[in-house]
C-alpha cells in the first residue's frame, strides 16, 4: 500500500516542493489548506489532479483533529506557519498561537488519534538571534530577536516534549534562510530578483532596501524538503540544522543578480530606513556536520546557482507579461 503524508501549508513554497517530492516517491498525498489560501493554489495548480486537500485551519482545533483522523497519515509535515519574521513584529499574538502553539495541538492529536504517526516541524535559524558564533549546530545557545523566533523555540520545546514524555516519532529541522522562485516578494531574495529583471526590461526604476550588510545563509528549498523527508525515515526521532555553510550579504545577492541581468545594481538600488528590522541577529552559518553523518545531506544548490534560478523565472514571468 502506499504511505500516505498529510502536509500542511502545502500551498506554501516548502509545501508546495514537498508534495513534489512525495509524489515522485508515490506517496499518497493529502494537503491542509486554510480559507485564505483557497484562491492562491499557484505553487500547487501542476499538483491538483495528483493530491487531496483539506480545509480547515491551524488556530481551528476541530478542524485539525477531524482531518488527521480521516486521513491517518503515516507521515505529517507542518509547514504552515506565520513564517516572516518582519510581519511578526506587528502580529505578535498571532505568531505566537499559530508558529507557537499550534505544533502542540497536532502533537495532542497525534497523540490522542494515532501515536505511531511521524511528525516533522520546521524551525528556524533566526532562534539563535543575538548568539555570537561562527557557525551555529543543533547545541548552539537560543536568544531569539522577534516575535517570530520567540515563537519557533516554544514550536521546538514543545516537541521535544512530546518526543522525550510521549514517546512521539516528532523531529525537528532548524532550516536557515532558503529560498526559491516560490518565494514571494515579501522576502528579500524574492524582492531582488524580480526586481532587477524588471529594472532589466523597462518595467520598474529603483529597488529600496533594509540592512544591505546582513548576511545570510541562503539555500534552495527544495533540497531543504528532501532534508526533511530523509529526517522522518531514521530509525529513531531527532533534531537537526540544515543550510550550506556559507554566509553572503543582501548587497552580495544583489549585485549577483543584477548582473545576471547586465546591470550595476549600485546604480538602481536604494536604501529605506523604514525597511530596517527593530530586532538583529549576527551573521548565522550553519554547521550541518550532524545531518551530513546521519543521512548523508550536503547541499548541492550553493548561492550563485540559486540566484541564477530564480533570475531565469523572473524573467520568464515578466518578459511573457511585458509581451
Known amino acids: 500500500m502506499k504511505k500516505k503524508a498529510l502536509i500542511l501549508g502545502i500551498t506554501g513554497q516548502d509545501g508546495s516542493y514537498l508534495a513534489e517530492l512525495l509524489l515522485g516517491k508515490g506517496y499518497d498525498v493529502h494537503g491542509f489548506i486554510r480559507r485564505s489560501a483557497t484562491g492562491n493554489t499557484i505553487n500547487i495548480d501542476h499538483l491538483l489532479d495528483s493530491v487531496t486537500l483539506h480545509r480547515g485551519d491551524l488556530a481551528d482545533v476541530p478542524s485539525l483533529f477531524r482531518t488527521i483522523a480521516a486521513v491517518r497519515p503515516q507521515e505529517i509535515y507542518n509547514e504552515a506557519d506565520q513564517d516572516h519574521a518582519g510581519w511578526s513584529y506587528d502580529l505578535v499574538d498571532y505568531a505566537s498561537d499559530i508558529t507557537g502553539s499550534a505544533p502542540g ?85 524574492r524582492k531582488i530578483t524580480k526586481a532587477a529583471v524588471r529594472i532589466s526590461l523597462g518595467l520598474q526604476k529603483k529597488l529600496k532596501l533594509g540592512d544591505m550588510d546582513a548576511k545570510l545563509d541562503f539555500g534552495f528549498a527544495g533540497e531543504y524538503m528532501e532534508a526533511a523527508w530523509n529526517i522522518l525515515q531514521l530509525d529513531k526521532p531527532d533534531d537537526f540544522v540544515i543550510g550550506t555553510g556559507e554566509a553572503h550579504s543582501v548587497r552580495e545577492f544583489a549585485e549577483e543578480a543584477f548582473r545576471a541581468v547586465g546591470l550595476n545594481a549600485t546604480n538602481y538600488i536604494e536604501v529605506d530606513p523604514a525597511l530596517l528590522r527593530p530586532g538583529k541577529t549576527h551573521t548565522l552559518v550553519a554547521d550541518y556536520s550532524k545531518a551530513k553523518r546521519a543521512f548523508g545531506y550536503k547541499p548541492k544548490v550553493k548561492y550563485k546557482d540559486l540566484v541564477k534560478l530564480m533570475i531565469e523565472h523572473d524573467r520568464a514571468i515578466e518578459s511573457a507579461h511585458a509581451g
Open 105 to 189: 495541538r497536532i502533537l495532542e492529536i497525534i497523540r490522542q488519534t494515532d501515536p505511531t504517526i511521524r511528525f516533522f516541524q520546521p524551525l528556524t535559524s533566526n532562534m539563535f538571534g543575538q548568539t555570537e558564533r561562527a557557525t551555529y549546530n543543533e547545541e548552539t545557545p537560543l536568544n531569539p530577536q522577534s516575535p517570530y523566533a520567540c515563537a519557533k523555540e516554544y514550536a521546538w520545546a514543545l516537541t521535544k516534549y512530546y518526543r522525550q514524555v510521549h514517546h512521539l516519532f516528532a523531529s525537528c529541522a532548524i532550516f536557515f534562510n532558503h529560498e526559491s522562485p516560490r518565494r514571494t516578494e515579501s522576502y528579500v531574495s
